[in-house]
């Protein structure tokens, strides 16, 4: 048998349960990602890294996506009473925050590919966060949705053993008469392995 390296991984070519644009199809998923993005990256992070708590996470996903999109309103809005160069480099803040949430985003989700053996689909880990990021992110619920499921319903699968046999008394009379026969010939040869040749 050949021992696989310890550096061996096994090929990414599985798809994906469902599609980036499937969010109707797991609606409760949906609607947190729609309204609560971070809540459902922090259960995303805890269901693959187990030993995070879910509350870590979802806090850096608030303070850095929503409290970005929060300072771009603000920006917006206020444009007309903020210096030009202020409100530029305010924008190339929120633009390098948001591609390094992109990026740290696009990890997990790496790390999601390689625990189930998933291509990158529709393309790069990171650039799907950075272009797509709600949709990315309820995808991967429904991907690990789709395991759990699938995994419960593996071990819920149960085999019942055999029935018990039992032999009834005539069974037994006729196994005993057999044993009985077939030895009755060994006992014969037996007896006649004991005769001695005489000489005449």
């Keep these: 048998m050949q021992v696989l390296p310890e550096t061996y991984e096994p090929p990414s070519d599985e798809n994906w349960t469902t599609g980036i ?5 797991d609606p409760e998923s949906c609607r947190t990602g729609l309204f609560c993005p971070c809540v459902l990256y922090g259960r995303n992070i805890e269901a693959v890294r187990e030993e995070i708590p879910w509350t870590q996470p979802c806090v850096c996903h608030a303070v850095c996506v929503e ?3 929060a300072l771009a309103a603000v920006t917006a809005l206020f444009s007309g009473y903020i210096d030009p160069q202020t409100t ?8 390098f925050a948001w591609w390094m949430c992109g990026i740290y985003s696009g990890l997990f989700r790496q790390e999601l590919q390689k625990k189930y053996h998933l291509k990158n689909a529709p393309c790069d880990h990171c650039m799907v966060h950075c272009c797509l990021h709600w949709c990315a992110l309820c ?15 593996s071990s819920s699968t149960t ?8 032999m009834n008394t005539e069974e037994r009379k006729d196994a005993s008469s057999s044993s ?9 040869k037996s007896q006649h392995n004991d005769l001695e040749m005489v000489p005449l």
């Design 159 to 166: 085999m019942d053993p055999p029935p018990v046999q039992a």
């Design 21 to 25: 644009f499937a969010c109707a199809e």
């Design 67 to 69: 409290g970005g999109m």
């Design 180 to 188: 009985s026969s077939s030895s009755s010939p060994s006992s014969a």
């Design 139 to 153: 995808q991967e619920h429904r991907e690990m949705k789709n395991h759990l499921s699938d995994a419960d319903a």
């Design 88 to 95: 530029v480099v305010i924008c190339e803040g929120l633009f």
